[in-house]
């Protein structure tokens, strides 16, 4: 179910979504964390998959183009390697690309390797973002580098760069600005007013991405610290992600991004099929979007009046989505799989 875009009733602006370091996209409990549209993923160092794709990426590199037939097992190799991704995206990571904005996480080492033909690859596999680390001495350097090799467009870069919000913050950003089009920055208890601050009057078009994680904040203050960074935020200045949250801080923290004007305090939704095809509208609660989320780990079956509805629960153990209309319980059901 996607929020109804009202002003004068619901408003949305910067939302959360999940960066998965540790936990695995295709574990039963991490499956409902991409319908928010969009995920972050960090491929494992050993994972003999994504060493496959980077090899075959390096094999493909190491091909010139000096004549039609080395030309023809370029293009040969680069379609083995784009199935290969594509495969690894699907089937391995069970992410669908179509619905969901998948950001990769690459080492620089392994983009200069390929001379840039691993972030290519991972682009045509439906990839939205080639994210980038800065990583040890002279990473910023090297990871510069490797997006040059890339020669993409900078809107499809993203450069993870954990800079302080000191008085060369805005400076750092403008240095790298022409390369890539959003920097994302990890935001700690002792860093955010600091970095609210920057935000709220951050006017450059390179764009913003604040990383939350429970090691720098407590799990008590991450709504709070989530819905600080929203309204900071607004609509166009970036996101926020939230590494390896369960279901329902996922769930909370988006809720916590949310305003409504009504005096009951619900939200207008709109209750669509993964096409975007309109369902019904009802009034959601905030447990609601908290708890959609651990409900999706299965087909979820929604319950929906098209007429003045009102959300009153999820049966989490039944996956069970129930409204009330006229005071009487009534059903309607239409059967949905993010699978």
């Known amino acids: 179910s996607s929020p109804h875009n009202n002003s004068t009733e619901t408003t949305m602006v910067c939302l959360p979504y999940p960066t ?51 030309k023809q097992t370029r293009k040969k190799y680069m379609k083995q390697g784009v199935q290969l991704a594509s495969d690894f995206l699907s089937l391995q990571l069970k992410l669908d690309v179509s619905i969901v ?18 972030a ?49 913050f805005a400076q750092k950003v403008t240095d790298v600005s022409s390369q890539v089009g959003t920097i994302c920055v990890k935001m700690s208890e002792g860093s955010c007013r600091d970095l609210l601050q920057k935000i709220s009057t951050w006017e450059q078009k390179t764009k913003l991405v604040v990383e939350l994680a429970n090691d720098t904040v407590q799990s008590t203050k991450l709504n709070e610290l989530v819905s600080s960074v929203s309204k900071a935020m607004g609509e166009d200045k970036g996101a926020i992600t939230l590494v390896d949250p369960t279901a329902e801080q996922l769930g909370l923290a988006y809720a916590a991004c949310m305003k409504t004007d009504r005096e009951d305090g619900l939200y207008t939704t709109v209750v669509c099929t993964r096409s975007n095809e309109a369902l019904g509208l009802v009034y959601s609660s905030k447990v609601c979007f908290h708890r959609l989320f651990l409900a999706l780990v299965s087909p979820l079956i929604i319950f929906f009046d098209l007429q003045y509805c009102e959300t009153i629960s999820l049966r989490i153990s039944t996956h069970i989505g129930i409204y009330r209309c006229c005071f009487a319980m009534w059903k309607r059901c239409i059967l949905f799989s993010l699978s």
């Open 101 to 118: 904005d998948v950001e990769i996480v690459l080492a620089a080492a392994n983009i200069m390797e390929s001379d840039g033909c691993l």
């Open 120 to 168: 290519c690859c991972f682009l045509d596999a439906g990839c939205q973002y080639i994210v980038v680390q800065v990583q040890g001495e002279d990473g910023l350097k090297r990871a510069l580098e490797a997006i040059e090799v890339s020669r993409l467009p900078r809107e499809r870069i993203v450069l993870d760069y954990q800079l302080l919000p000191d008085q060369q």
């Open 20 to 70: 998965f370091l540790n936990s695995l996209t295709s574990s039963p409990d991490a499956l409902s964390l991409s319908a928010v549209g969009r995920a972050r993923i960090h491929p494992q160092a050993d994972d003999s998959s994504y060493q496959q794709i980077v090899s075959k990426c390096i094999q493909q590199s190491q091909v010139p183009e000096d004549t039609k037939e080395n």
